[in-house]
C-alpha cells in the first residue's frame, strides 16, 4: 500500500505503519520537524505548504491511503475555537478539494475530540459521503491499549471499498509509567522549589511507584507552560518533567525511533506535543490495512 502522510510532523504515522505500507511523500511545513523526520525515515519529505499542491501532483503520488493530522488549534479552546475562519484551517479546506478531485481509496485522520463536533468535521463528512466513501470515526486514548499516558484523540477512517472491523482493545495487561524512565535524567528538568511551591496544587503528579498511575496529555507547551501541558513526575529530589526521549516512549514510538542529540528539550517538546499516540493510530489504521496487532503492551517496543 501507497500511503501520503500530510501534516507530516515528525512522522507518528510513519512511524505507525513500519513495514506495512510505503510512504510515497511526507509533507509539512516545519523544518525542525522535518530535520527528525528524515533522521529516522528513508522515503522523501518535503518542507511544502499543503495549500500549493495541484491536484495532478496527489494524482501523480497514486497513493491508495492519505493520511493527516491538521493542525488542532481551530478547534481547542487554547486557539480560541475559530473552526474553518481560523486561518490554520485554510489548508485542510484545500485538501477537501483535492479530495473529491482525486478520490484517494482510502483516507484516514487524527485531531482533537472536539474536532467532532466542527464545522470541519462536518465538511469532510459531507465530501465523504458525495464521493461514496464507507466513513467510521472512534474516540481512542492510548490508555485503553495499556499505555501509561492519557491522550483521546478523534479519529475517522474512510474507504471507497470495505474497511475492516477494529481490533477488540486488549484487557488486563497495562504498562507503568516507571517503565518509560531514562535511567540518568538530566538535571535541567527538575522544577525549581519556588515554582514547584507556587504551582503546588494546580500541577499534575505523578508518582512513578504507582503502577496505575498515567500521565496527562502532554501538549505542544509542555517546558514552556506550566499548567495544564502534561505531567511532571515525583522525585526524592523533588518534581521533574518528563524527558523528550520519555515523552517518545510514552507515545509509543519505537526503539529504533530517535531524536537528534543536539536538539534542545525546548524544541522537542512542542515537536512531541503536535505528534500522536503510535499504538493508537495503528489500532485505528487496522480497519484499512493488516497490521499486526497493537497489543498486549508488554510487548510494544521500548528501549
Ligand atoms: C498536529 S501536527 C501533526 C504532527 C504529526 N502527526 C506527528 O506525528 O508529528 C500538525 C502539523 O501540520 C503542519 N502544518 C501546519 N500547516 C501546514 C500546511 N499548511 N501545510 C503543511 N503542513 C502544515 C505543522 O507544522 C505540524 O507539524
Redesign the pocket.
Known sequence: MRVL???????????ALEGAADVVLA????RR?LAV?ARNFAHPAAA?????MPASEFQRLAADLW?M????QPYTSRGLRRDLDDP?A??FL?LLERLAEVRPPYLAL??VPAFADSRACARLLDVLARCGYEARTLLLCPSELGMANLRQRFYLVAGLGPLLPWPALPGGARLRIADFLDPRPSPSLWLAPDIARRYEHALDRVDPADPLARTSCFT?SYGRAIVRSGSYLITPRGLRRFSPDEILRLLGFPSWYTLPPDLSHDHAWP??G???SVPAVRHVLAAILALAAPGPPGLLPLT
Open positions: 502522510e500530510l501534516y507530516c510532523g515528525i512522522g507518528g504515522c510513519a512511524a509533507v509539512d511545513t516545519s520537524a523526520y511544502r505548504s499543503l495549500e500549493g493520511w493530522s491538521p493542525p488542532c490554520r485554510a489548508s484545500v487524527e485531531n505542544a515537536l512531541l503536535n505528534s500522536l
